[in-house]
């Protein structure tokens, strides 16, 4: 619902409408895979590990800041590329800026090989270790 407000919005803002936005529901079909990769993977090891859940938070919390929303990873320094390389929502991020405001052409086999191999991951290590996971609780 947000993409659709955004889409009718640029045009009013004097951003003219873009082949490029049709690549928008791909990316958000990679942020999904690369979330419901993560979800199953932290599921999956939530009854073994007892402290995952403030170690999590703590990760969550970095991220926070390092992910590029309301920055590009050019004024970071020399340290921008990095930072997006280490990143998983980086790519995703950097990517959608660039469809949506009309810059280079991104490179998307990054952020989709990541996302196809976290949700592939993710969902294999679950489908395994679920079994027990009931009465570890």
Known sequence: LEWLLLLALLPALGVPPRASWLLLPALVAAEAALALGTACLLAALAPRLRDLEQAWSLCLY?????????????????????????????????????????????????AFGLAAATALAGTAFFGRLERGGVERL
Do not use: K, Q
């Open 62 to 110: 970095a991220l926070f800041f390092l992910t590029p929303v309301f920055y590009t990873t050019d004024v970071v320094g020399r340290n921008g590329p990095l930072m997006a390389a280490l990143n998983p929502l980086a790519a995703l991020i950097e990517a959608a800026r660039s469809l949506l405001w009309g810059g280079a052409a991104p490179d998307l086999a990054p």
